[in-house]
């Protein structure tokens, strides 16, 4: 089930957001300490306005929640709440047995059996769960994972109680895959969210159920991801689950944020994933860890794509064929000559090399002018510092922008400030959020032709797409990045 969090502080805005989220839930979490005290004594009839399954939870400020009142207090508004049809309470671990346990038992009222943790994992969280578990209630334990190991020992516990009925989830950023893959996990359900998170690391639940159709994966299901850090922010999911949808294919595509990459290879082993994409700052790390690689990957030093092949991993490059699509025809006609790049980082290495392999001349600016001068080097190019870019006014084609500067949220930012675009030349950023970077804005303003990190992205996803499934990414599909 992927169950909606209400964060309304009124029965009506409750409503109104299983309302809006109807087609995406298949029951609602009312969490009383949300409420005005008012509308926490009405809470009984609220089961009985929607159509799906509510758990009735009034949390506790140590466990996350609002509620600051007396244990006593508490208790009571619990038990009037329970008149009501609730199809679930929620019950915390420590609490003794007490008339809202033994009025729920009497009135079928199904018991979640809860803990939280939001500093780490518990040492003994195996044996907690069972024990909540030990009268058929439902064991919740909601723990906070801080590195990619705490993730692989989460779905460990949860796979070794398997036959236990069970809510396990894992809070903040490391803990999204859990949240997403909870079936896989055997959890009962997900919590999910409308607008903002109402826990840590809550999923709304429209990408849950829209785009990774959490609610249909099985053991079956293909996993595939992609592992970065930060990862978060990343519009690859927006590509490749639309992808498996329109194919039928069953597979999923999810963000990790790493830490340790030998220990992601355990984790991925151990959920059989059949392949991922690398980003920053892996695309070197992961190499090491790959049984076969291709040329560009040889030649370039980065990898942004991993697909399992019997026995091993193989590492590919796809960031190469995707800067190169959207000016190939430019390089062949001729129209691209010669060209400035901006950076000398991760990206750049797989742009300098496939502008080289195409015969285009280069010049690689960078801030750090070592750095410009290692990659200059071994690609047989130019190199300068950032600061003298100014003396290639008006002597290139192409000038591609690879640094960081401009990315989202630093709208206002341009790594060749004030250079001057005599307008004839194509002015390319990889940086895809905002799409329209100050780079860009400024090329345009002086008459350039345009291209966008998203197309980049677009094509080097595309390029991924035929790696982990075999078949063309479906023309008919425009993802909105
Ligand atoms: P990276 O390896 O960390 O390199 C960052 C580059 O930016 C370096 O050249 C660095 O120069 C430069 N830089 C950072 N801050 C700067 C500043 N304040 N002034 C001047 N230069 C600065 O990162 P990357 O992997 O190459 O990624 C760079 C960008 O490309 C990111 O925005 C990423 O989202 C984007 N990207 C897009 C795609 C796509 O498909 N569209 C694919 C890959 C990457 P120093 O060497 O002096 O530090």
């Given at each position: 089930?992927?169950?909606?969090?209400l964060?309304?502080?009124?029965?009506?805005?409750?409503?109104?957001?299983?309302r809006?989220?109807?087609?995406?839930?298949?029951?609602?979490?009312?969490?009383?300490?949300?409420?005005?005290?008012?509308?926490?004594?009405?809470?009984?009839?609220?089961?009985?306005?929607?159509?799906i399954?509510?758990?009735?939870?009034?949390?506790?400020?140590?466990?996350?929640?609002?509620?600051?009142?007396?244990?006593?207090?508490?208790?009571?508004?619990?038990?009037?709440?329970?008149?009501?049809?609730?199809?679930?309470?929620?019950?915390?671990?420590?609490?003794?047995?007490?008339?809202?346990?033994?009025?729920?038992?009497?009135?079928?009222?199904?018991?979640?059996?809860?803990?939280?943790?939001?500093?780490?994992?518990?040492?003994?969280?195996?044996?907690?769960?069972?024990?909540?578990?030990?009268?058929?209630?439902?064991?919740?334990?909601?723990?906070?994972?801080?590195?990619?190991?705490?993730?692989?020992?989460?779905?460990?516990?949860?796979?070794?109680?398997?036959?236990?009925?069970?809510?396990?989830?894992?809070?903040?950023?490391w803990?999204?895959?859990?949240?997403?893959?909870?079936?896989?996990?055997?959890?009962?359900l997900?919590?999910?969210?409308?607008?903002?998170?109402?826990?840590?690391?809550?999923?709304?639940?429209?990408?849950?159920?829209?785009?990774y159709?959490?609610?249909?994966?099985?053991?079956?299901?293909?996993?595939?991801?992609?592992?970065?850090?930060?990862?978060?922010?990343?519009?690859?999911?927006?590509?490749?689950?639309?992808?498996?949808?329109?194919?039928?294919?069953?597979?999923?595509?999810?963000?990790?944020?790493?830490?340790?990459?030998?220990?992601?290879?355990?984790?991925?082993?151990?959920?059989?994933?059949?392949?991922?994409?690398?980003?920053?700052?892996?695309?070197?790390?992961?190499?090491?860890?790959?049984?076969?690689?291709?040329?560009?990957?040889?030649?370039?030093?980065?990898?942004?794509?991993?697909?399992?092949?019997?026995?091993?991993?193989?590492?590919?490059?796809?960031?190469?064929?995707?800067?190169?699509?959207?000016?190939?025809?430019?390089?062949?006609s001729?129209?691209?000559?010669n060209?400035?790049?901006?950076?000398?980082?991760?990206?750049?290495?797989?742009?300098?090399?496939?502008?080289?392999?195409?015969?285009?001349?280069?010049?690689?600016?960078?801030?750090?002018?070592?750095?410009?001068?290692?990659?200059?080097?071994?690609?047989?190019?130019?190199?300068?510092?950032?600061?003298?870019?100014?003396?290639?006014?008006?002597?290139?084609?192409?000038?591609?922008?690879?640094?960081?500067?401009?990315?989202?949220?630093?709208?206002?930012?341009?790594?060749?400030?004030?250079?001057?675009?005599?307008?004839?030349?194509?002015?390319?950023?990889?940086?895809?959020?905002?799409?329209?970077?100050?780079?860009?804005?400024?090329?345009?303003?002086?008459?350039?032709?345009?291209?966008?990190?998203?197309?980049?992205?677009?094509?080097?996803?595309?390029l991924?797409?035929?790696?982990?499934?075999?078949?063309?990414?479906?023309?008919?599909?425009?993802?909105?990045?």
């Open positions: 089930m992927i169950c909606l969090t964060s309304g502080s009124t029965l009506s805005e409750c409503l109104d957001e299983i809006e989220n109807r087609e995406y839930i298949d029951s609602a979490e009312l969490r009383l300490d949300l409420l005005s005290p008012e509308e926490q004594r009405k809470a009984s009839s609220f089961p009985s306005m929607v159509d399954p509510v758990i009735l939870t009034l949390r506790r400020k140590e466990d996350g929640g609002r509620c600051t009142l007396p244990e006593r207090e508490r208790r009571a508004l619990l038990l009037s709440a329970l008149d009501g049809s609730f199809a679930y309470v929620d019950i915390e671990e420590d609490v003794k047995r007490n008339d809202v346990e033994d009025k729920a038992r009497e009135k079928g009222v199904r018991i979640i059996r809860s803990f939280h943790d939001f500093s780490g994992i518990p040492d003994d969280i195996y044996s907690r769960i069972y024990r909540l578990a030990e009268r058929g209630d439902v064991a919740k334990a909601a723990v906070t994972p801080h590195t990619i190991q705490d993730l692989l020992r989460l779905f460990r516990i949860a796979e070794e109680l398997r036959d236990v009925p069970k809510i396990i989830i894992g809070m903040g950023d803990g999204i895959p859990l949240r997403i893959l909870y079936r896989r996990a055997g959890s009962l997900t919590f999910a969210c409308s607008g903002e998170a109402v826990a840590p690391g809550q999923i709304s639940a429209r990408d849950l159920r829209l785009m159709h959490a609610d249909k994966v099985t053991d079956r299901t293909a996993i595939y991801g992609i592992i970065g850090n930060p990862v978060l922010h990343t519009s690859s999911p927006l590509i490749h689950n639309p992808g498996f949808h329109a194919i039928n294919y069953d597979a999923i595509y999810l963000p990790f944020m790493v830490d340790n990459v030998r220990v992601f290879f355990a984790l991925a082993e151990y959920l059989k994933m059949r392949g991922f994409s690398v980003t920053v700052p892996f695309k070197d790390a992961v190499l090491m860890y790959l049984g076969n690689i291709t040329r560009e990957v040889k030649q370039i030093g980065a990898c942004n794509t991993v697909v399992r092949m019997p026995g091993m991993w193989k590492g590919m490059n796809t960031d190469y064929y995707g800067f190169l699509a959207p000016i190939s025809k430019d390089i062949e001729g129209r691209i000559r060209s400035l790049v901006i950076g000398a980082g991760g990206a750049a290495q797989a742009i300098v090399w496939a502008l080289r392999n195409r015969g285009v001349r280069v010049t690689v600016l960078n801030r750090t002018v070592t750095r410009a001068e290692k990659l200059a080097k071994i690609n047989l190019c130019e190199y300068d510092t950032l600061s003298n870019a100014s003396l290639y006014e008006g002597k290139v084609d192409l000038i591609v922008q690879t640094t960081s500067v401009g990315l989202y949220p630093d709208f206002d930012a341009n790594p060749i400030e004030g250079f001057r675009f005599s307008g004839r030349e194509i002015a390319y950023d990889i940086i895809y959020k905002p799409k329209m970077t100050k780079f860009l804005r400024e090329a345009e303003a002086a008459g350039c032709t345009l291209h966008f990190g998203e197309e980049m992205l677009l094509e080097q996803g595309k991924q797409f035929e790696l982990f499934t075999g078949y063309h990414y479906p023309r008919s599909l425009h993802p909105s990045l």
